[in-house]
């Protein structure tokens, strides 16, 4: 099983989707009614999807998940890039702080950071911040699900892909207690042909996840949500396995 997908909720999914791909420079994998979805390779790492799905209405609630984009010496570049694109400045209270906290073209909010020795390799995205109750518990969670390793970075519980490049998988303590509404991003996993979904399925409920039932008729991949309520997806195993994935994962 290894993390395959950053997956974004979208009134536009085309808007969205262009102006992450052309500010990470990924590769354009498919652009259909149902999503589009674009490709961020790190080299010597993992291999990361971002997806954006259609929704009928712009999500409401505050975002459990984000991205940390690498900025270093070039931040102010990565900021007038991002700005050209279609973002815009937010203000989400953060005061006086080294980075920029900018939006989408739908508003979700994504920081430009500055340098910081942690950053070293990780590629155009620097981190995925995770809101969770209980940071901890949380890590080690999604270090059983990922496989991905411990490291010291500036959040006390971060994981990292084995080949420690890539971004780092941050779990840093909630603002405020998840909501019943699903989260405008989410993470999505995928076994490979020796895992059993069942067995899986076990597994996360051992550690304090739970599988949810949403009533989305036949669908090949399974909803979870993590000991803090955040949702991701397990997709089934790939007919033929993604070129370097599962040996790295």
């Known amino acids: 099983m290894y993390l395959e997908n950053i997956v974004f909720d979208a009134v536009d999914p085309q808007r969205v989707g262009r102006f992450w791909q052309e500010l990470l420079g990924c590769e354009q994998l498919t652009d259909t009614s149902e999503g589009f979805e674009t490709r961020l390779a790190v080299p010597g790492g993992p291999t990361l999807d971002l997806c954006f799905q259609p929704v009928p209405d712009a999500p409401v609630d505050p975002a459990r998940l984000h991205l940390d ?5 070039g931040q102010d570049a990565v900021v007038s890039a991002a700005l050209e694109l279609g973002a815009t400045r937010l203000d989400i209270g953060q005061g006086a702080v080294p980075w920029v906290v900018l939006g989408d073209p ?4 994504f920081c430009v950071m500055e340098e910081r020795a942690a950053y070293q390799d990780t590629g155009a995205i620097a981190a995925i911040p995770m809101d969770c109750a209980d ?10 699900l990922t496989g991905w ?9 971060t994981l990292r892909h084995p080949s420690l490049r890539g971004p780092l998988l941050e779990f840093v303590g909630e603002p405020a207690a998840k909501r019943g509404a699903k989260n405008r991003m989410h993470l999505d996993l995928r076994l490979e042909g020796a895992d059993d979904p069942d067995a899986v399925a076990a597994g996360i409920a051992a550690r304090g996840g739970r599988e949810l039932h949403p009533g989305w008729g036949e669908i090949p991949w ?6 803090s309520g955040n949702e991701f997806c397990v997709l089934p195993a790939p007919s033929v396995p993604r070129s370097g994935t599962a040996a790295e994962s």
């Not at 739908?106 to 909010?109: D, S, T």
């Open 135 to 144: 940071p901890g518990r949380d890590a080690e969670f999604w270090a059983w």
């Open 106 to 109: 739908e508003g979700n909010a």
């Open 222 to 227: 399974r909803v979870y949500q993590d000991p």
């Open 69 to 73: 984009l690498q900025g270093g010496p």
């Open 149 to 157: 390793t411990a490291v010291t970075a500036a959040a006390p519980h």
